[in-house]
């Protein structure tokens, strides 16, 4: 990296360094998640008994949808789950509710967007909350009864633990977006819109392969903080146009 800055091809050492970052994160993850299956092994059976016990009967986080809940177990630390839909069928409201929810539960999410501004995401957020009129929202014409119910649920955020909208300007790539997660903190990761991120090893978006690379590096990062990572994507262009009708 430090030649191609001298010869000043400043891509090539961006490449480098994106290459080396990600390759550190895969070890640390792979040296982390090293267990002896033979230590401690009745303990496996407290944390069965554990999971019998519990009120919802999941092992992770709720996302509030009964069907998602049964299928996963709950949303658990390390996993990757990706929402896969065409254009214009209602992923990033699905990330968003489960974000809600979760949030409710007494958890802290982090919910980048790389489809909508933040403002877009916050007024979306406050009309689903809320119970509100999206379209009455932005437009300042919400009911009186609307309107109060709105002030109530604004005023209920102020004292609970933290949601963040993260801005995507600087996080374009998996390791901008380990950075914020490295700064947040957060209990679980949503990340909407995966296809418009930029691949660090290809340059590319949306292409089979980089969003190939996209998703494992997404997996390694998942792996890296111990947590959830819901994941929104389109199917990819190629192969809606490729369909058979």
């Given at each position: 990296?430090?030649?191609?800055?001298?010869?000043?091809?400043?891509?090539?050492?961006?490449?480098?360094?994106?290459?080396?970052?990600?390759?550190?994160?895969?070890e640390?993850?792979?040296?982390?998640?090293?267990?002896?299956?033979?230590?401690?092994?009745?303990?496996?059976?407290?944390?069965?008994?554990?999971?019998?016990?519990?009120?919802?009967?999941?092992?992770?986080?709720?996302?509030?949808?009964?069907?998602?809940?049964?299928?996963?177990?709950?949303?658990?630390?390390?996993?990757?789950?990706?929402?896969?839909?065409?254009?214009?069928?209602?992923?990033?409201?699905?990330?968003?509710?489960?974000?809600?929810?979760?949030?409710?539960?007494?958890?802290?999410?982090?919910?980048?967007?790389?489809?909508?501004?933040?403002?877009?995401?916050?007024?979306?957020?406050?009309?689903?909350?809320?119970?509100?009129?999206?379209?009455?929202?932005?437009?300042?014409?919400?009911?009186?009864?609307?309107?109060?119910?709105?002030?109530?649920e604004?005023?209920?955020?102020?004292?609970?633990?933290?949601?963040?909208?993260?801005?995507?300007?600087?996080?374009?790539?998996?390791?901008?977006?380990?950075?914020?997660?490295?700064?947040?903190?957060?209990?679980?990761a949503?990340?909407?819109?995966?296809?418009?991120?930029?691949?660090?090893?290809?340059?590319?978006?949306?292409?089979?392969?980089?969003?190939?690379n996209?998703?494992?590096?997404?997996?390694?990062?998942?792996?890296?903080?111990d947590?959830?990572?819901?994941?929104?994507?389109?199917?990819?262009?190629?192969?809606?146009?490729?369909?058979?009708?």
């Amino acid at each position: 990296a430090s030649e191609a800055i001298a010869s000043g091809d400043h891509n090539v050492a961006i490449s480098v360094l994106s290459q080396g970052v990600a390759k550190l994160i895969d070890e640390g993850a792979r040296e982390s998640n090293d267990i002896d299956l033979t230590n401690n092994a009745t303990k496996r059976f407290e944390e069965y008994t554990h999971i019998k016990t519990r009120p919802n009967g999941l092992i992770g986080f709720a996302t509030g949808f009964k069907t998602i809940d049964e299928a996963t177990a709950g949303l658990q630390p390390g996993q990757l789950i990706t929402i896969i839909a065409p254009p214009k069928t209602g992923k990033s409201v699905l990330a968003m509710q489960m974000a809600v929810n979760v949030h409710r539960d007494g958890f802290v999410p982090m919910f980048q967007s790389f489809e909508m501004t933040n403002l877009e995401q916050q007024q979306r957020h406050d009309s689903m909350r809320s119970r509100i009129a999206h379209s009455r929202l932005i437009r300042g014409a919400l009911t009186p009864a609307e309107e109060a119910r709105y002030m109530d649920e604004l005023k209920a955020m102020e004292s609970m633990h933290k949601f963040y909208l993260t801005d995507s300007v600087s996080a374009m790539t998996v390791t901008g977006l380990a950075a914020k997660i490295d700064k947040i903190r957060p209990d679980i990761a949503f990340v909407d819109g995966v296809y418009l991120m930029t691949d660090e090893v290809t340059g590319e978006s949306n292409s089979p392969q980089a969003l190939t690379n996209i998703t494992r590096a997404l997996k390694r990062m998942a792996q890296q903080f111990d947590i959830p990572v819901v994941a929104t994507t389109q199917v990819l262009s190629w192969k809606l146009q490729n369909r058979k009708t």
